[in-house]
C-alpha cells in the first residue's frame, strides 16, 4: 500500500509567518502535487512536480513555493501566511500518468 | 470555467437503495476519469476510475458508467450502506496524463 505520510495534522499560526508543509511518500512515485480543499469548492491543485527539482504551478500557486529537493519529500511553503489560507492542505502521489492519486490524510491549517 | 461539474451538492438515499451520483466534463480531450469518496478529517481514497474506451466498469458494489457522446459519467452503488456516507469527488485526468481536475464535490448521505 502507498503511504503518503503529511508532517501535521492540525496546525495554527500567525498572519505574516512562513509556513512549511512536509509532504513524504514511501513508493519511489515520480510525482507529487499539493492541493487545497475548501468547501463549496472541492479540491484546487496549487502546485506539483514531475521530479526532483522540478515544479509547476497548479491552478491557484498565488502565496505558495514548494520544493523538492529529494524524491520522497515534497514540501509545500507559505511565505507569508494570510487569513485567506485557512484550510485543509493535502498531498498526493501518483506513479506515473494516466494513473490514480493516492492522498495524505490533510493538514487542517489555521491562520489567526 | 469549471471542467468537471458535479450539480447536485447533496444526495440522501436509504440504506439497501441504490445512489447514483452524477458528473459533466466540458473537455473532449479527457480519457481518464475517476471517483474518489472522502470521509472528513481524512484525505480522498481512490474509488474507481474508467478509461475513455469503455463505457462501464465495475468493482464490486460500485460501477462507474461513461457516456462520451453526452460528455457524462455516474458512480452507482448498490445496495448502498450508512458507510458510504462521506463526500463523493468526481475528476478527470488532463492531456498532459498527469494532473487531476476535480468537481466540486457531491455529499453522500445513507439512511439506516
Not at chain 2, 451538492?9 to 480519457?31: A, H, K, W
Amino acid at each position: 500500500d502507498v503511504k503518503v505520510t503529511q508532517s501535521s495534522r492540525y496546525l495554527v499560526k500567525r498572519t505574516g509567518e512562513k509556513v512549511f508543509l512536509e509532504c513524504v511518500q514511501d513508493m519511489d512515485h515520480e510525482n507529487m502535487f499539493w492541493y487545497r480543499q475548501d468547501p463549496g469548492l472541492g479540491l484546487r491543485l496549487i502546485y506539483f512536480s514531475y521530479d526532483v527539482k522540478m515544479k509547476e504551478k497548479g491552478d491557484i500557486p498565488e502565496g505558495y513555493s514548494v520544493s523538492r529537493e529529494k524524491k520522497e519529500r515534497f514540501s509545500l511553503i507559505l511565505e507569508s501566511a494570510s487569513t485567506n489560507q485557512t484550510s485543509m492542505y493535502l498531498c498526493a502521489t501518483q506513479n506515473r500518468g494516466n494513473q490514480p492519486q493516492h492522498f495524505g490524510d490533510g493538514t487542517r491549517l489555521s491562520i489567526l | 470555467d469549471q471542467q468537471v461539474k458535479q450539480n447536485s451538492p447533496s444526495l440522501s438515499v436509504q440504506e439497501g437503495r441504490i445512489s447514483i451520483l452524477n458528473c459533466d466534463y466540458t473537455n473532449s480531450m479527457f480519457d481518464y476519469f475517476l471517483w474518489y469518496k472522502k470521509y472528513p478529517a481524512e484525505g480522498p481514497t481512490f474509488l474507481i476510475s474508467i478509461s475513455s474506451i469503455k463505457d462501464k466498469n465495475e468493482d464490486g458494489r460500485f460501477t462507474v458508467f461513461l457516456n462520451k457522446s453526452a460528455k457524462h459519467l455516474s458512480l452507482h452503488i448498490v445496495p448502498s450502506q450508512p458507510g458510504d456516507s462521506a463526500v463523493y469527488f468526481c475528476a478527470a485526468i488532463d492531456q498532459a496524463g498527469t494532473a487531476l481536475i476535480f468537481g466540486k464535490g457531491t455529499t453522500l448521505s445513507v439512511s439506516s
